[in-house]
C-alpha cells in the first residue's frame, strides 16, 4: 500500500482505500457527503447558498448533464405539472436508465481516451463508440472499463477497445494520456528532465512507458478486406511495433509511479500488471480522478481544477469531500451511476444559477450552479430535439442508412465546434459561427420545417409560442415575452415566416446553448 502514495499527501490519500465492495451501495451516501461538506464551507466562508432551481431548470440541467440533450417539450409540460414531491428523484434514475446516459458518457470517454489529432483523425471511432455505448449502457464499472481499454488486443473490429492504441503514436504520447485520463496527474515534462512542480523523475516517466513497448501492430487481409488492430506480443515475432519509441527515451524496467519496479518477466506481458495496479481500489490516484472527472462533467469545475493535473501544488477546494467521495466510489465498485445519483440527488448540484446576495462573486464554492456552455454533442442533439417538432404520423420510422446518415452529420457538427480538449465549460464559444453553421448547413430548413408542423398542430400563436419554447428553452415564455412574440406574430404579412423568426432566435439565443 505505501508504494501507491504520493509523497506531500500520503495522510489525505490514506483515507481513499476502500473496503470491498458493496452489493447495493446506499443512494444517499454519496448525497450527505456532498451537502454537509459545501454546506459546512459556505457557512465558514460566511457565503449565502442561492435557493433551489426552479422545476423548469432542474429538468433541463439534468437532462443535459446524464444524457446530453435537452427534455421533449412534452417531457417538459408533463414535469412541470406533475404534483408528486419525489419526481426529481424519480427523473434521475429515469434518465441513468436512459439510452442517452449512455451516449453521454460515450461521447465524453471517446473524447478523453482518443486524441484530437490528425493521426487519430486517420482511424476508425466508431469501433471505440460502440464499445464504450455497450458498456456504459450496462454500467461496467470504472475500474473493468479502465483494464479493458488497457489490456485491448485483436482486431479492431472484434474489440473496439483496440481503437485506443491505434489512435496513438507512440510510447510517451499514450504513458502521458493514461497518466491524464486516469490518474489525473500529468507527467509529460519528466520525459526530458525532472518535472519541475512534481516530484516525478525522468526514471518514473520512463519506466510507466515500458508498459507499453511490446505493443504491435495486428494486420490481416481477407479478400479485399484489409483489417488492422494491435495486441500485445509476448515473443519475438516479425509484427510491427505498433508505437514508436522516441530517441530520447531512456532504458527502464517497467514501473509503477511512486511505486517499486512491475512484477512482471521480461519474456511476459507488461499490460495486465499495468492495468490491475492502475484500476486497483487501493491506487489513491485512480479514485480520485475518477470523482475528480465526474464532478467536472455535473459542475462545470472539478474538486480539483485542471482535473488532470492533482498535484501536491494544487490543491481540491474541498479535500475532505474529495477523499470521502473517492473512498465511497471505490467501495461501491467504482459504480458511475452511484456517483452520479448521488451527485445529482444533492441541494448542491440542484441550486439555481441565480445568485443570491453575497455570493455572485463565487466560482469555487459551490453556492450556486455555474452557466455552462454546451458541449458541441449536446448542442447537435438538442437541435436534434428541437427538429423532432417536425416529425408527425407520415414520419418514417428509421433505418440503418438514415442512422448512419445521422451520425456522419453529428459527427460533422462536432468536428466543426470542437476546440481544445478540455475547454472551459462556463466559457461562451460559439455565437457568430454557430449562426452561420446553422444558416449554410440546411438547418435552416429543418427549422422552418419544424416551425411549421407546430403551427399546423396548434390554433392560436399563444399555443404556438408556448411549444416553440417549451421545446427549446424548456420553460413556459414569461408573459412578456409571450406579449412580444404574439405581437410579433400579429403584425406579420407571413405568419410562418413570423414563426420562423422565433424559432430561429430561440435556437441562436444564449440561454438556448447555455446549461444553467
Not at 121 to 143: E, G, I, S
Not at 438 to 452: C, D, E, P, V, W
Request: glycine share 6%; hydrophobic share 45%.
Amino acid at each position: 500500500m505505501r508504494r501507491l502514495i504520493p509523497s506531500g499527501i500520503a495522510l489525505a490519500l490514506v483515507a481513499v482505500v476502500a473496503p470491498a465492495a458493496a452489493a447495493d451501495p446506499d443512494p444517499t451516501t454519496v448525497t450527505r457527503l456532498i451537502d454537509g461538506a459545501v454546506t459546512k464551507r459556505l457557512g465558514a466562508e460566511k457565503l449565502t447558498a442561492s435557493p433551489a432551481a426552479s422545476d423548469a431548470e432542474f429538468l433541463r440541467r439534468v437532462s443535459l448533464d446524464i444524457a446530453g440533450t435537452i427534455p421533449s417539450p412534452d417531457r417538459v409540460a408533463a414535469f412541470l405539472a406533475s404534483p408528486d414531491p419525489d419526481k426529481r428523484r424519480k427523473l434521475i434514475d429515469e434518465l441513468l436508465d436512459s439510452p442517452g446516459y449512455a451516449r453521454r458518457m460515450t461521447d465524453i470517454w471517446s473524447g478523453l481516451l482518443i486524441p484530437n489529432t490528425a493521426a487519430a483523425a486517420r482511424q476508425k471511432h466508431d469501433p471505440m463508440a460502440t464499445w464504450l455505448q455497450t458498456r456504459f449502457a450496462a454500467n461496467v464499472r470504472l475500474d473493468a472499463l479502465a483494464r479493458g481499454v488497457l489490456t485491448a488486443g485483436g482486431l479492431q473490429d472484434e474489440n473496439g477497445a483496440v481503437t485506443f492504441y491505434l489512435t496513438h503514436e507512440s510510447v510517451d504520447e499514450i504513458t502521458d494520456r493514461v497518466s491524464r485520463v486516469f490518474l489525473g496527474v500529468q507527467i509529460q515534462c519528466a520525459q526530458c528532465h525532472k518535472h519541475p512542480f512534481g516530484d516525478w523523475t525522468q526514471a518514473e516517466y520512463w519506466g510507466m512507458a515500458a508498459f507499453f513497448t511490446k505493443v504491435k501492430s495486428v494486420y490481416v487481409r481477407e479478400g479485399a478486406v484489409q483489417k488492422y488492430g494491435a495486441r500485445e506480443e509476448v515473443t519475438a515475432t516479425k509484427a510491427k511495433a505498433l508505437l514508436m519509441v522516441p530517441p530520447s527515451a531512456k532504458a527502464a524496467a517497467p514501473t509503477f509511479l511512486r511505486g517499486a519496479k512491475a512484477a512482471v518477466p521480461a519474456d511476459g506481458p507488461y499490460l495486465p500488471a499495468l492495468a490491475d495496479w492502475v484500476a486497483s481500489p487501493d491506487n489513491p490516484y485512480f479514485a480520485r480522478a475518477g470523482v475528480n472527472r465526474v464532478w467536472y462533467q455535473f459542475f462545470g469545475r472539478g474538486l480539483v481544477t485542471p482535473v488532470d493535473d492533482m498535484t501536491d501544488d494544487n490543491a481540491p477546494s474541498h479535500p475532505e469531500l474529495l477523499a470521502a467521495l473517492a473512498k465511497e466510489f471505490a467501495g461501491s465498485g467504482f459504480d458511475l451511476k452511484h456517483l452520479v445519483r448521488g451527485i445529482c440527488n444533492s441541494a448542491t448540484y440542484q441550486r439555481t444559477s441565480k445568485p443570491a446576495a453575497g455570493n455572485a462573486a463565487d466560482m469555487t464554492l459551490y453556492s450556486h450552479a455555474a452557466v455552462r456552455v454546451m458541449t458541441p454533442f449536446q448542442l447537435n442533439d438538442s437541435l436534434e430535439s428541437v427538429f423532432a417538432l417536425a416529425d408527425n404520423e407520415k414520419t418514417p420510422p428509421p433505418t440503418d442508412a438514415t442512422r448512419k446518415t445521422k451520425a456522419g452529420e453529428r459527427g460533422r457538427f462536432v468536428a466543426f465546434f470542437r476546440g481544445e480538449d478540455d475547454p472551459d465549460p462556463t466559457e461562451f464559444q460559439a455565437g457568430i459561427p454557430q449562426a452561420l453553421y446553422l444558416m449554410n448547413s440546411g438547418h435552416h430548413y429543418r427549422i422552418a420545417k419544424a416551425a411549421n408542423e407546430v403551427v399546423a398542430r396548434l390554433k392560436t400563436s399563444e399555443a404556438v409560442v408556448e411549444r416553440l419554447f417549451l421545446a427549446t428553452l424548456s420553460r413556459p415564455p414569461t408573459a412578456a415575452e409571450m406579449g412580444a412574440m404574439t405581437s410579433h406574430v400579429a403584425r406579420a404579412t407571413d405568419k410562418r415566416t413570423a414563426y420562423h423568426d422565433i424559432l430561429w432566435a430561440l435556437v441562436n439565443s444564449t440561454e438556448f446553448i447555455s446549461n444553467h
